[in-house]
């Protein structure tokens, strides 16, 4: 059965950096567009981030310039670094394989101020 496995997540202050891993199994990350997520307490789910099979990235507006996409072929894995983080960025933040049911646990971020 195809699924993402988390890690990374933990308690920041503003302006440090995070950095997430997605560890795929059963399934090959470098064949599919994959994504970050993120849902904040009380609010609904959003794209962070997405890279392609072809390797081109999308970012939220509301994060370019501060996070970055990546994936390691070699690794099967999805990363996420995350810099200059602000309380706006806690949030639970999901992998995510598109247009599949594919979803990682859930990772909690928490940025103090």
């Known amino acids: 059965q195809a699924q993402f496995v988390e890690s990374g997540g933990g308690l920041v202050q503003s302006g440090g950096s995070l950095r997430l891993s997605c560890k795929a199994s059963?399934?090959?990350?470098?064949?599919?567009?994959v994504a970050w997520y993120r849902q904040p307490l009380g609010k609904e789910r959003e794209m962070v981030a997405s890279?392609?099979?072809?390797?081109?990235?999308e970012y939220a507006a509301s994060v370019k310039g501060r996070f970055t996409i990546s994936r390691d072929k070699t690794l099967n894995s999805l990363y996420l670094q995350m810099n200059n983080l602000t309380p706006e960025d806690t949030a639970v933040y999901y992998c995510?394989?598109?247009?599949?049911?594919?979803w990682g646990q859930g990772t909690q971020v928490t940025v103090s101020s």
């Open positions: 059963e399934f090959t990350i470098g064949h599919y567009t």
């Open positions: 995510h394989v598109l247009q599949t049911q594919v």
């Open positions: 890279i392609s099979f072809l390797g081109d990235t």
